[in-house]
């Protein structure tokens, strides 16, 4: 299977189709870290806030370079669950590498203060950063599954998924949702983070990110078996 | 293989492209679907090679390793040919060092040497159907499914593909192949699967296509009992010849065939005009 990952990374990057995404990604984040030096942990729950609709976008374009026939081709020769288990993994390689991004962009450019008083250190913070970032990412990678042209077949629905997506889970993820539930928590995540984060929370928060995802994925699952 | 009853349709409520489909392919044997445009015949090898599951019925003892050819192969890819066949036989399993000497053997054997550093998206269409072919047989499949597979060939290049049925046969596999074109003599001995309003229907390999010849010797006695379980096993008897002299092992001993192995089953290229049948 790893092959097949490393074909699919291969012909993500070589079409140049990668750049796209990472482009916005540093815009966006050049957006929000040009206002002035910001506290580290909060700073990194709103750009993984920013980067949650990028991901998700990477992830569709990731596996949607790959022609039809291609996929199923990969189909046959691995089988339906390594095919569909590879092309996550590939995109959720290809989003460990944008939050790499994301998680040093503010250092390169000032973008962050030097944690001060009571304020975690700034080794924590990079490793809440990184959390909160994982957390965004792999209810992103579900999304852009679902968003894939396996599913949808036409670039239109492709985009409308991502949109209603994203959107969905900014409107719904605000403070005195009707229906947070029905959204992963990457705004309550950057609430969290804004304040002292419990323990309690942070598990509860992973837990619901992962229970997205994972409900997001089974879904892909379903469908790519009528779809392949 | 089996196709148990298999129904298929593209959507909940739309029309059933395959209503009731039962076949059977056995290991060494080759089947030939024929059928109109549109009359599900790529729909039918997809559900064989794994591409597409029924939607009622199953398909059952489908072989390990499958090798799908694609009518048109997807050549709009970032890769050279040799790139693309050695992450594909990764992919398959193959070690590094096995996966390239596959992707060696197979580029010369199909005449892609001189493309192997060709990007795919610059391969013309019958040199991308030959990078299509080469990466079903990186690995000896057990199951070759070729959709259309001379279509793009030029004159040459259609040589190939019975060759390479030959040796997946060989090998023990089975092998189905789609053909609107005529094509088929070129595979003597297939059975023919036709494909019509969603039904399919199965002829066994038509006896006129190759006929091979057994010289078979049996102990004069039995004779007569030996022709007649021949005949009642479907074999011809061409001829029965009275030894002047009785064989001796030490003189000439012809290779005895059993009886039951004996008839038009054997080699299929070779010629049946001379045969005949020794006692």
């Not at chain 2, 398959?92 to 550093?117: I, N």
């Not at chain 2, 390999?205 to 009642?232: I, N």
């Amino acid at each position: 299977m790893s092959a097949l990952v490393r074909m699919r990374l291969a012909g993500f990057l070589r079409t140049g189709r990668a750049l796209a995404p990472l482009l916005a990604g540093l815009l966006a984040l050049g957006i929000l870290y040009g206002g002035g030096r910001a506290r580290p942990a909060e700073a990194y729950g709103v750009s993984a806030v920013v980067l949650f609709p990028v991901l998700a976008w990477q992830t569709r374009i990731l596996l949607d370079v790959e022609p039809d026939v291609q996929r199923r081709l990969a189909q046959v020769l691995v089988g339906p669950v390594r095919e569909r288990l590879a092309g996550l993994l590939a995109a959720v390689l290809a989003g460990v590498g944008t939050v790499l991004v994301a998680l040093v962009f503010p250092w390169l450019v000032g973008g962050v203060a030097a944690p001060g008083p009571g304020d975690p250190s700034a080794v924590a913070a990079l490793a809440l950063g990184l959390w909160a970032h994982l957390l965004a990412l792999l209810p992103a990678v579900a999304l852009g599954a679902l968003a894939s042209r396996a599913l949808t077949r036409s670039a239109g629905y492709g985009v409308a998924v991502l949109a209603v997506g994203a959107v969905g889970t900014l409107a719904l993820g605000l403070r005195g949702s009707v229906a947070p539930w029905l959204v992963p928590p990457v705004l309550a995540t950057a609430r969290a983070l804004a304040g002292s984060l419990p323990a309690g929370t942070a598990l509860l928060l992973s837990a619901w990110a992962l229970a997205w995802a994972g409900v997001a994925l089974a879904g892909y699952a379903r469908w790519r078996r009528v779809r392949p | 293989m089996r196709l148990e009853d298999v129904r298929l349709r593209y959507r909940r409520g739309g029309p059933w492209v395959l209503r009731g489909v039962t076949a059977r392919l056995d290991p060494g044997e080759v089947a030939v679907v024929l059928g109109r445009n549109g009359a599900g015949k790529s729909t039918l090898l997809q559900l064989c090679a794994g591409v597409l599951r029924p939607v009622r019925g199953r398909v059952v003892d489908r072989p390990h390793r499958v090798g799908w050819v694609p009518e048109r192969f997807p050549a709009d890819q970032p890769f050279t040919v040799t790139r693309y066949l050695t992450a594909m036989g990764r992919a398959a399993g193959l070690g590094r060092a096995d996966a390239d000497r596959a992707v060696d053997r197979w580029t010369d054997r199909l005449g892609l040497a001189p493309f192997r550093t060709v990007r795919m998206p610059d391969l013309s269409k019958g040199t991308a159907q030959k990078v299509g072919l080469a990466q079903a047989m990186l690995r000896t499949p057990g199951l070759l499914v070729l959709d259309e597979p001379w279509e793009g060939l030029d004159a040459a290049a259609r040589g190939l593909v019975p060759e390479l049925v030959d040796e997946v046969l060989t090998a023990g596999g089975a092998v189905l192949v789609s053909d609107h074109r005529g094509e088929t003599v070129r595979l003597p001995g297939a059975r023919h699967w036709t494909v019509a309003d969603g039904l399919l229907t199965d002829e066994p390999a038509t006896g006129d296509a190759a006929v091979a010849v057994v010289e078979v010797a049996v102990p004069a006695a039995r004779v007569a009992g030996t022709v007649a379980r021949l005949r009642a096993d479907g074999h011809q008897i061409l001829r029965v010849r009275e030894p002047a002299v009785p064989p001796t092992r030490a003189a000439a001993p012809p290779a005895p065939v059993p009886p039951a192995g004996a008839g038009p089953t054997g080699d299929p290229t070779r010629d049946g005009r001379a045969g005949e049948v020794a006692w």
